[in-house]
């Protein structure tokens, strides 16, 4: 079993920033990805930022130059550093863990809970 939990969520200004944190745990697992989604009200969950073991990222494009995901690999974290917030960031940000399960071979996704991210003066 995968257990995914995310931090950092909160309340920032305009211009601000925010720095999510996300942890998958457990045993039996390697890791292929992980990924940062978010979901505000009304809309469709999508893509934010992803990131393979072997380091390469991927970016919505409202997001690039703003965000940066990156990896501690040996601790199965995650983290996204949120910069310039904008009013259309507030949302639900999900965190997925995309691993293979060692004795079977199957890849599977794991979620998180989600972390409120609300951009507002």
């Known amino acids: 079993q995968v257990q995914v939990v995310e931090s950092g969520g909160g309340l920032v200004q305009p211009g601000g920033s925010l720095r999510l944190s996300c942890a998958a745990s457990g045993s039996g697992f390697s890791i292929y990805a992980m990924g940062w989604y978010r979901q505000a009200p009304g809309k469709q969950r999508e893509l934010v930022a992803s990131?393979?073991?072997?380091?390469?990222?991927n970016y919505a494009d409202s997001v690039k130059g703003r965000f940066t995901i990156s990896r501690h690999n040996t601790k199965n974290t995650v983290y996204l550093q949120m910069n310039s917030l904008k009013p259309e960031d507030t949302a639900v940000y999900y965190c997925n863990a995309d691993v293979e399960i060692v004795t079977t071979g199957y890849e599977s996704v794991y979620w998180g809970q989600g972390t409120q991210v609300t951009v507002s003066s």
């Open positions: 990131i393979t073991s072997g380091g390469s990222t």
